[in-house]
Antibody
């Protein structure tokens, strides 16, 4: 079955770089797109970016200068890197498989990984 | 970027009430809108997709509608299990954008 699992450091120092991994199973990254979404504590959801089946990416306009999403299809892993972290980047980070048409919908969320930015 | 203005940010209602939450899109998004429900400590759950389609397993008291650039999620008769946060997401164009969310509480 389809599963996604995020992993990474729980604590990051301000101004440093966040590196997260999303390991997927049950589907191929070479044929499907995966999104990253984050949620600061007590706040709403924020779409961060997508890596498509062909490897192209799109990013949140407010984050694109410091965000990079890449993948290794042979390992079924995708990677999020974001630099110059600040306390406002404290959030739960999710990877998300979502496919929808006008008559069909499926999504699978990872469990999320909590990242705290603090010295 | 498309802005999604969601209202209200929070509301309280009684069991059996009819509840409506709205998202207004700053540009045309067609019907490319999803409503998610999120309970504390859980990942979001899709309730409505393509603005008006009920996602799998969602009770029929939930419905989605569209009037121009205004999109609504309606719960016809509120039940205790509906207390949660609700989020809209437009997927018409990149970057995708969420509304700010609505916290629905019991009065």
């Amino acid at each position: 079955q389809v599963q996604l699992k995020e992993s990474g450091p729980g604590l990051v120092q301000p101004s440093e770089t966040l590196s997260l991994t999303c390991t997927v199973s049950g589907f191929s990254l070479g044929s499907n797109s995966v999104h990253w979404v984050r949620q600061p504590p007590g706040k709403g959801l924020e779409w961060m970016g997508i890596i498509r089946s062909g490897g192209s990416t799109d990013y949140n306009s407010a984050l694109k200068s410091r965000l990079s999403i890449t993948r290794d299809t042979s390992k079924s892993q995708l990677f999020l890197k974001m630099n110059s972290l600040q306390t406002e980047d404290t959030a739960i980070y999710y990877c998300l498989f979502l496919f929808t048409t006008d008559s069909y919908y499926v999504d699978f969320w990872g469990q999320g990984v909590m990242v705290t930015v603090s010295s | 970027d498309i802005q999604m203005t969601q209202s209200p940010s929070s509301m309280s209602a009684s069991l059996g009430d009819r509840v409506t939450i709205t998202c207004q899109a700053s540009q045309d998004i067609g019907n490319n809108l999803i409503w998610f429900q999120q309970k504390p400590g859980k990942s979001p759950r899709p309730m409505i997709y393509y603005a008006t389609n009920l996602a799998n397993g969602v009770p029929s008291r939930f419905s989605g509608s569209r009037s121009g650039s205004d999109y609504s999620l309606t719960i016809s008769s509120l039940e205790s299990e509906d207390m949660a946060d609700y989020h809209c997401l437009q997927y018409k164009q990149y970057p995708y954008t969420f509304g700010a969310g609505t916290k629905l509480e019991l009065k």
